[in-house]
T-cell receptor, first 113, second 111 residues
Framework: DAGVTQSPTHLIKTRGQQVTLRCSPK?????VSWYQQALGQGPQFIFQ???????QRGNFPDRFSGHQFPNYSSELNVNALLLGDSALYLC????????????FGQGTRLTVV | QQQVKQSPQSLIVQKGGISIINCAYE??????FPWYQQFPGKGPALLIA?????SEKKEGRFTISFNKSAKQFSLHIMDSQPGDSATYFC??????????FGSGTKLNVKP
């Protein structure tokens, strides 16, 4: 049983560009959440998707957007990249109803230059 | 405003010793408190978690102590091993689907 998988593992982008990160949840999970982890910090909640809709959102600007597909996989899009967007982006999957722990992927290391 | 405060920032322990990491929270709606372990270049992995209706939970060498009245919880790692060297994060959630993380504790267990 594959856990949470994210792609790509590393990415270098230039300021002003746009980036798309991808996540496949753990088998059976229907909810995907995205977190940003700056160097030396704890993960910060960006948003959460369930039934292809954004259900909760953290304190992140509209430059951060997402999508969930019918197979529960998800994408995180960041527009107009800033140097401060450089971070490890983590995807976590869980069940929406019933309550359970979240399983994290290995993350995508994004570097904005 | 940080929802979960974690200390210490770093910790050095001798092999076989006890590692203790502390967290505090303010939001009384939180009802699930997990601890995650993260190695460099990896995502956080769930270590152990507790609900506020119990004061202690033990799994192997890892124990969570929970003080509801003080709004504090801690992780104890008994018989610490060099392989335990990692960054540990406490977290809190009120609906399992959105987690607030502490700032992390970098643990170094000396051989």
């Amino acid at each position: 049983d594959a856990g949470v998988t994210q792609s790509p593992t590393h990415l270098i982008k230039t300021r002003g560009q746009q980036v798309t990160l991808r996540c496949s949840p753990k088998s059976g999970h229907d909810t995907v959440s995205w977190y940003q982890q700056a160097l030396g910090q704890g993960p910060q909640f960006i948003f959460q998707y369930y039934e292809e809709e954004e259900r909760q959102r953290g304190n992140f600007p509209d430059r951060f957007s997402g999508h969930q597909f019918p197979n529960y996989s998800s994408e995180l899009n960041v527009n107009a990249l800033l140097l401060g967007d450089s971070a490890l982006y983590l995807c976590a999957s869980s069940w929406y109803i019933g309550g359970t722990e979240a399983f994290f992927g290995q993350g995508t290391r994004l570097t904005v230059v | 405003q940080q929802q979960v405060k974690q200390s210490p920032q770093s910790l050095i322990v001798q092999k076989g010793g006890i590692s203790i990491i502390n967290c505090a929270y303010e939001n009384t709606a939180f009802d699930y408190f997990p601890w995650y372990q993260q190695f460099p270049g990896k995502g956080p992995a769930l270590l152990i978690a507790i609900r506020p209706d119990v004061s202690e939970k033990k799994e192997g060498r890892f124990t969570i102590s929970f003080n509801k009245s003080a709004k504090q919880f801690s992780l104890h790692i008994m018989d610490s091993q060099p392989g335990d060297s990692a960054t540990y994060f406490c977290a809190a959630s009120d609906n399992f689907n959105k987690f607030y993380f502490g700032s992390g504790t970098k643990l170094n267990v000396k051989p």
